[in-house]
């Protein structure tokens, strides 16, 4: 949804699934490592797009340095 949202040019509206999408993998991916890590890995990498693409590049960075 995030993506299409974006493709749209409604990047705001993207960012809300994009940040949807991340909870609920890191919570997959506590109980459940090897399957989820590299889908929450792509899901923060498309969240870091959305917020660069809004100007939010400080919030980007810090998905890329593990601070959120």
Known sequence: MAHRFSALGRREEALAPAQQAVEILRKLAQSNP???????????NNLGIFLSALGRREDALALTQGGR
């Open 34 to 44: 090897a399957a989820f890590l590299p889908d929450l890995a792509t899901s923060l």
